[in-house]
């Protein structure tokens, strides 16, 4: 036991470019009003287009009279269902592995039904934005509302409302079985049961969805769209009937997508109406569109049982979640298997019993949101942590520490977690930084502090057997080309791959140019998702820039008359490492070494492809098996001041502590850990989506609220560097991992404080009073 | 869309000039905060726009002869910083300060903030304890003068009618024995929607109040003043088990609802807190 | 669809368009101008995404008429600086990685650029206030806090 507490110190190599907050190289075009987002373009005789929406969450569709619309003066394209080539697809589950068992039936524009209020019915497209919302006014639909259903636990109910087209509305179940859970109650001196619920929030980043699409040489489909992956070519191409190389997907500098980019947005709406026309095609969601009818994070009611011995040690952990996955399928089987693995948290607990179902309801769908299913049972495990704690007078941090999982320690579905695990260290961190409670500033004010562990995975699920390409090559001048299919979408995708190459062939970030995002030109990367891209991306760049260095170090060697083993790079100079005895002035400038390999032919580029772990699917039914490669483990503190009488919560004090590996750029690390504890905050404190009946009574942003610049305060970051990750020189990933535990750590701060717990987000002033017994 | 025409008066003859010519069918228009968005909506299809916002004889605010006035197009931040009202009538100023971001106070104007007649109108409980009137100016060129707490008829329904500008407001420069006190909550710190707000000003004689003036906004359908709050607090020392009783006052005077932003219970409990304690506030 | 002219200064060079009474100067600086760093998040003053500074304050776009700019100066991020000449707060913005996927930055800067004019030594809690406008879905703020402050710092020397 001693042996795994012990603090590791671990000195982190000092690299030349990696681990130094240089500025990102897409900053510049950013403050300077250069860089142009999906919606910045604009191509002669460009048409905009319109989506028109179900007026039901839940209704038949009985016809669409497209006639008065398309007679309209300026329209040039009115679309429904029958006008699409394909406009059913059925999408198993996983990309690159065939994956049975589930299916998601979507339909590109709605026939026969309409399942949430957000469902596309028809599109138009007319040489103004003005003419084409008049014409989506004039297209006539008749619906004959149906009753739906918008409560998931109704929903399972068999006999409940069909939201889909089979008569059961749970898509799937998974189930965690380790040990024997009524041996383990009986174990227990304390059990504490809760039933948490979760709201469904939306990702409101500042970009709404967007897209121009044109048709270029070669009848090419080409579509330049705010996604996070381009790799939709290929069912844009299905939809259309077209071979894969007709459609070219682009993403530019992406104004934010935490998952809501994720799945196809705009892009296949617009190939159809370019393929129509022939003309260029322009289409923006509304923010108001973007709230109402694009995917949300999925609203959970989790009900956890656990147990405890006297001393704290947890012996039992019970826990069923049902997920709301809204009107389709779209990612729920994935975020649900991701809470699965996720439901116990980074502890140790002897015996486990977890049952998880997604069920489709008529509310707006659910799908990928920062934390894919990790954030929501965070919520109730990190809660059930402090009620135990309190009933057995331990201090949250006490109780956790007699419980964090170590390096070596298994999950509950066996899954040994072999790379570095230092959520105790982060917690003890973060507590240290949170420091003595501050002084009320008045009678009426309770000051409380909370922290909570998390832990998320980076990498995609290993039986998807997932990969990326990048190419790195070396222009004739000695300046660096890197070409990745990498989607940046704000977290410095791309500019990581810049540090990387740079670090590795000895030349600063200015000499290196980053193409990214191209399905036609450059190497495919894969998803920006799973926060994935700096594991993935970064190491096959990394292995790509090492393949290049080989060639310079072997022509270089040649020159030098020694092995390549003895050299090293810097500053733009190759030269022998200083422990070999050599002659002093046997240096060479990489541009003539660059320049001899061109003289001999020598090949100075490379496309490098990275292989994550490549597993098989688990076992379901007892959830046993490994599906991640990595985890990033951290901990949040916080302390709040919460006014009594009218429920109002300041939040005075954040800290974030991770393992982040290797901090690659520590701007950026700091970046998404401080940018994560607001999204998080956001969680715990105001956010909702609320719908009446599957209506959205939230679809502004003066309804539905995120965290303005005073509503939090500066957030304090600590980054321990333990190198034990696996993406290049040993990071972990951040973007999603950041997010994780902040809203339980919001709700234990305000549980101190009042001595009332809050089991559903967000925890609002008003749900603070009733629980005070003031209302 | 209906093809809106639009004018922008130079001044106030040319103001009244056009009114004269346009009557009813005139929607005015100064900071545009409310009334852009209604019209992006569809909630608003004016057939004619008078621009009022860049018009300097509306912009104004003065302390004359015991009374302090303030020009209707009179931007929000003016409002929030002038050294005038932070003076006289600081819970206006307070109400300003908070009303949207600074973004929209640069644009939004204290009469559009009125005319609109949001229950939620930010600057209207300030101004119903300040015994505010507004200053109306009719198409046929006469003006008139509406006391605020007569102005608000009904939910987003005005004494204002159609044709007719919002010219000025005003109300007597407050004596050194009142105190004020004000609170707005609201679910964030920034571009918030009124939940629930209390203003009071209270002409105090040593403990005992003489005169109590109590308003409350986001808890009615119009921004209202808590005649029970005032007639129940006058003539009384103010201690405080008064203040409980009062507490009990103003719940059965308010009308609260339920909405996305709270329900009529917490709205109905924290306008009882919030009026306790700006009532201390004030006397302090 | 009734349209008027108007002629707006923008980032001092003064620029014409034919605009209905519905137009916004956010529409008009995207459409007429090419203006397209002033972005579009919301359309109704909720985001700060279209800040802009009009004459000498800064407003939403979205909620400002095309026709009600007519005449005054407008500037956008562009008229805040350039590469051959950078405002202090494009400096310290990039080198504070206060700018991850960059939305909000036009309109942030623009805030920020109006809160130093007014008030060139503002403390933090000032710098949140006056930036409370203007959401952003990445940074969490406080490197954008981090960077006004020091851009303040540097204007002094």
């Known amino acids: 036991m001693l042996e795994k507490i012990k603090k590791k110190t671990v000195t982190r190599p000092d690299y030349r470019i990696i681990g130094k907050p240089l500025p990102r190289h897409d900053a510049w075009g950013k403050v300077f009003a250069e860089t142009k987002y999906a919606n910045d373009y604009k191509l002669p005789d460009m048409l905009y287009a319109k989506v028109l929406r179900s007026r039901y969450p839940a209704a038949k569709l009985l016809s669409i009279d497209t006639r008065e619309a398309a007679k309209l003066s300026g329209v040039a394209a009115v679309m429904t269902a029958k006008d699409v080539p394909h406009n059913e697809t059925v999408t198993r589950f996983g990309q690159t592995h065939k994956v049975g068992g589930f299916e998601g039936l979507y339909r590109v524009l709605a026939e026969k039904k309409v399942r949430f209020r957000g469902d596309a019915v028809a599109l138009v497209a007319a040489k103004s934005l003005a003419i084409a919302e008049e014409a989506l006014g004039l297209i006539k639909v008749k619906y004959e509302p149906l009753e739906g259903v918008f409560d998931p636990v109704e929903a399972m109910k068999p006999g409940a409302y069909p939201v889909g087209e089979d008569e059961s509305n749970v898509i799937c179940s998974y189930k965690v079985r380790k040990g024997d859970i009524a041996k383990g109650f009986d174990l227990a001196d304390v059990i504490v049961e809760n039933t948490y619920r979760v709201p469904m929030v939306d990702h409101a980043y500042l970009e709404p969805e967007s897209g121009v699409a044109w048709l270029d040489d070669g009848g090419v489909i080409t579509i330049r769209a705010a996604t996070q992956v381009i790799e939709h070519f290929r069912g844009i191409a299905d939809v259309l009937g077209l071979p894969h190389n007709k459609v070219r997907v682009i993403a530019p500098m992406v104004g934010g997508g935490f998952g809501g980019k994720e799945d196809i947005t705009v892009e296949t709406y617009l190939a159809l109406l370019v393929w129509k026309t022939g003309k260029p095609v322009s289409l923006t969601y509304t923010r108001e569109e973007s709230i109402i009818a694009h995917s949300k994070r999925h609203p959970y009611v989790m009900k956890y049982k656990t147990g405890a011995t006297k001393d704290g040690k947890l012996v039992a952990m019970e826990a069923e979640m049902i997920s709301d996955a809204g009107g389709y399928v779209f990612l729920s089987p994935w975020v649900l298997l991701y809470s699965t693995v996720n439901a116990t948290g980074p502890y140790d607990i002897t015996h486990v019993r977890v049952d998880c179902h997604a069920v489709l309801t008529n509310n707006t769908f659910s799908s990928a949101n920062r934390g894919f299913g990790a954030p929501q049972p965070c919520f109730a495990y990190e809660s059930q942590l402090d009620e135990i ?311 502004s942003l003066a309804e539905y609220l995120i965290p303005t610049s005073v509503d939090a305060p500066d957030v304090k970051t600590i980054m321990i560097e333990s190198g034990g990750g696996v993406g290049p020189f040993g990071a972990k990933g951040l973007g999603e991992p950041s997010c994780v535990s902040v809203a339980p750590a919001f709700a234990n701060a305000v549980s101190d404080a009042t001595g009332v717990r809050i089991y559903d987000l967000p925890v609002t002033p008003e749900k603070i009073l009733k629980a005070l017994g003031k209302i | 869309m209906t093809p809106t025409e639009y004018v922008k008066p130079g001044d106030l003859s040319d103001l009244r000039q056009v009114m004269a010519e346009y009557k009813a069918r005139a929607t005015v228009i100064a900071g545009g905060t409310n009334l852009i968005p209604e019209m992006r909506n569809g909630e608003e299809s004016p057939e004619l726009l008078i621009d009022i916002s860049d018009m300097t004889e509306l912009s104004f605010i003065r302390e004359n002869n015991g009374s302090i006035a303030i020009g209707a197009a009179t931007t929000i931040a003016e409002v929030a910083s002038s050294p005038v009202l932070l003076d006289n009538s600081p819970i206006l100023a307070s109400a300003a300060k908070q009303l949207g971001n600074p973004l929209t106070r640069n644009r939004a104007t204290l009469g559009g903030n009125l005319a609109n007649a949001s229950p939620c109108a930010d600057t209207a409980p300030p101004l119903l304890a300040l015994d505010a009137a507004v200053e109306i100016l009719s198409p046929g060129g006469k003006t008139r003068q509406v006391p605020l707490n007569k102005f608000f008829l009904g939910y987003k329904f005005t004494d204002l009618v159609k044709g007719e500008v919002l010219t000025g407001i005003t109300f007597p420069k407050p004596n050194d024995s009142t105190k004020g006190s004000h609170t707005k909550i609201g679910l964030r710190n920034a571009a918030s929607i009124c939940v629930a707000s209390i203003a009071v000003m209270l002409d105090m004689d040593g403990k005992t109040c003489r005169k109590a003036r109590v308003a409350a906004g986001s808890v009615a359908p119009i921004p209202m003043r808590a005649y029970r709050v005032e007639k129940f607090l006058e003539g009384k020392e103010i201690n405080a088990p008064l203040l409980e009783e009062c507490m009990a006052v103003v719940k059965e005077e308010i009308s609260p609802i339920s909405d996305i932003r709270g329900s009529l219970e917490y709205r109905s409990y924290v306008t009882s807190m919030i009026l306790k304690r700006n009532i201390k506030r004030a006397l302090k | 669809m009734k349209t008027y002219p108007v002629e707006i200064n923008v980032n001092g060079e003064w620029r014409k368009a034919e605009v209905t009474a519905h137009d916004t100067l956010l529409d008009a600086l995207r459409d007429s101008f090419g203006a397209f760093e002033v972005k579009n998040g919301c359309a109704q003053g909720d985001c700060g995404a279209c800040t802009v500074i009009l004459n000498d304050k800064a407003v939403n776009a979205c909620l400002t008429l095309a026709l009600q700019a007519d005449g005054k100066n407008v500037t956008t991020l562009k008229g805040v600086g350039t590469p051959d000449n950078p405002h202090p707060l494009q400096q310290s913005f990039v080198e504070h990685g206060a700018i991850q996927c960059g939305f909000c930055t036009p309109g942030m800067v623009v805030s920020a650029k109006a809160l130093l004019d007014k008030n060139p030594e503002p403390n933090r809690n000032e710098i949140r206030e006056g930036i409370s406008g203007n959401l952003c879905r990445c940074t969490g703020y406080t490197k954008i806090v981090e960077a006004i402050e020091n851009a303040s710092l540097r204007r002094e020397k």
């Open chain 1, 389 to 699: 704690a309190k009933q057995l007078n331990l201090s949250p941090l006490e109780i956790r520490k007699k419980n964090y999982l170590h390096t070596g320690d298994s999950l509950a579905t066996g899954r040994v977690l072999e790379h570095s695990v230092e959520t105790e260290q982060t917690a003890e961190k973060a507590m240290e930084a949170l420091g003595s409670p501050s002084q009320p500033g008045s009678p009426s004010e309770k000051i409380g502090q909370g922290m909570a562990s998390g832990m998320m995975s980076y990498g995609r699920m290993t039986f998807l057997h997932d990969t990326s390409r990048s190419y790195v090559s070396l222009e004739m001048d000695g300046s660096v080309t890197v070409k990745c299919g990498v989607q940046d979408i704000g977290g410095g995708q791309a500019s990581s791959l810049a540090q990387i190459a740079a670090e590795v062939l000895g030349v600063s970030m200015e000499d290196v140019t980053v193409y990214i995002g191209d399905s036609a030109l450059t190497p495919l990367a894969g998803t920006t998702t799973a926060t994935r891209q700096l594991y993935m991306s970064g190491n096959a760049t990394y292995k790509a820039a090492m393949a290049v260095r080989d060639n310079l170090f072997n022509k270089a060697a040649d020159i030098l008359d020694t092995a390549p083993e003895n050299l090293d790079i810097k500053d733009r100079k190759i030269f022998i490492k200083p422990d070999i005895k050599h002659d002093p002035d046997r240096v060479l400038a990489f541009d003539d070494v660059v320049k001899a390999c061109a003289a001999d032919g020598v090949q100075l580029y490379n496309v490098a492809q990275f292989n994550a772990p490549a597993r098989e699917l688990i076992d379901f039914q007892t959830g046993q098996g490994q599906v991640f490669a990595d985890f990033t483990f951290g901990t949040h503190a916080m302390e709040v001041a919460v006014d009594v009488d009218t429920g109002k919560v300041n939040v005075l004090k954040i800290v974030a502590c991770y393992d982040v590996g290797q901090a690659i750029n520590p701007l950026s690390a700091e970046g998404q850990l401080e940018g994560g504890a607001l999204y998080g905050l956001g969680y715990g404190m105001i956010e909702e989506v609320i719908l009446d009946k599957g209506n959205t009574l939230t679809p």
